[in-house]
């Protein structure tokens, strides 16, 4: 069993950590060109994790996710609504579970 010093001290060891990457992230992005594609590709990437992640979320959950998702963007395709197509998605989800 741990002891609260050792706790403590590995919750500020994992902060140090978090800040030091953020810094690090902060300075080096402060040094990249203004201009070209580094900046372009970096601006994609929040896009691209995204999708990295929902991609991996459907694939583990199979065919149901996968319908679940297509309902959410057709939905959202049709609409413009991220309400309507969160509504639609989630409800395509509980539907399929049921019917399993």
């Known amino acids: 069993m741990m002891l609260e010093w050792q706790i403590i001290a590995a919750v500020f060891a ?40 929902v991609a991996a979320g459907i694939v583990e959950g199979g065919w149901p996710s996968l319908f679940s998702c297509l309902g959410a963007v057709t939905t959202m395709l049709v609409t413009k609504r991220e309400w309507a197509a969160l509504g639609v998605g989630f409800s395509l989800a509980a539907l399929i579970a049921a019917l399993r």
């Open 14 to 53: 994992v902060g140090a950590a978090s800040y030091a990457m953020r810094s690090g992230g902060y300075l080096a992005a402060g040094v990249l060109p203004q201009t070209g594609v580094s900046p372009r590709l970096l601006r994609y990437a929040p896009g691209n994790l995204f999708v990295a992640f």
